[in-house]
């Protein structure tokens, strides 16, 4: 079965700090990988997504995020971190010709001015 | 151009009670999905929808249902209410799903529903 490891729950940093949280998958064939964040109060939004080709995919607000497939991981980057990055992380893969996310559990992210 | 709509944002319901929410997709997106949010489990698909039909369901029991309209417009209906079930209820929809691509999925607010 499917499924995506979270290993930092919650991270605090100060701004201007960088930021790499960490994602894992299981699946043995073809993946498609997302980072969707939730600022309070708000919906679901899209961070960035890898379908195929350059392992290293940008996205919106400065992040960034690495496919490693020999390490089954997909890890966000960010250089530095802003107050306004404060909200929580998701990291989902789709498995195979499905629209079925799953996703890891979060992390909680906190960015202190 | 519009994002995904979910009505109503909240419902507080009873123990045994049924309960139906809707969900309308972004302008020519055919497929919606849905999925449910609580602070134990996380975020959970439930069921997606495509031209009207059901193409994948997750591991949840019989007592959540859900269908697609013409219009691509879904509902999902959770009948005999448990205290369990009280979540956030999310739908995303996508440009298309085909047997062979994945498309972005993009969220809508959430209907937060409470069983008392």
């Known amino acids: 079965a499917q499924s995506v490891s979270q290993h930092n729950h919650h991270v605090i940093l100060s701004e201007a700090a960088s930021l790499e949280l960490g994602c894992n998958y299981s699946?043995?064939?073809?993946?498609?990988l997302f980072w969707y964040v939730q600022y309070p109060g708000q919906h679901l939004q899209l961070l960035l997504k890898?379908?195929?080709?350059?392992?290293l995919v940008k996205g919106i607000k400065g992040f960034e995020a690495e496919f490693i497939k020999s390490k089954f991981s997909f890890n966000l980057r960010k250089p530095s971190v802003q107050w306004s990055d404060t909200a929580e992380y998701f990291c989902a893969v789709i498995g195979g010709a499905t629209n079925k996310l799953i996703f890891g559990t979060g992390t909680l992210l906190a960015v202190q001015p | 151009k519009a994002g995904v709509t979910q009505t109503p944002r909240y419902l507080i319901k009873t123990r045994g009670q049924q309960v139906t929410l809707s969900c309308s997709p972004i302008?020519?997106?055919?497929?919606v999905s849905w999925y449910q949010q609580t602070p134990g489990q996380g975020l959970q698909f439930l069921f997606e929808y495509f031209s009207e039909t059901q193409r994948n369901k997750g591991n949840f029991p019989g007592r959540f249902s859900g269908r697609q309209f013409s219009n691509s417009r879904s509902e999902m209906n959770v009948s005999t209410l448990e205290l369990g079930d009280s979540a956030l209820y999310l739908c995303?929809?996508?440009?298309?799903?085909?047997?062979?691509?994945?498309?972005?999925?993009?969220f809508g607010p959430g209907t937060r529903l409470t069983v008392t």
């Open positions: 302008s020519g997106h055919r497929s």
């Open positions: 995303a929809s996508s440009l298309k799903s085909t047997g062979l691509v994945s498309y972005e999925q993009y």
């Open positions: 699946y043995g064939g073809t993946v498609n």
């Open positions: 890898y379908f195929s080709g350059d392992p």
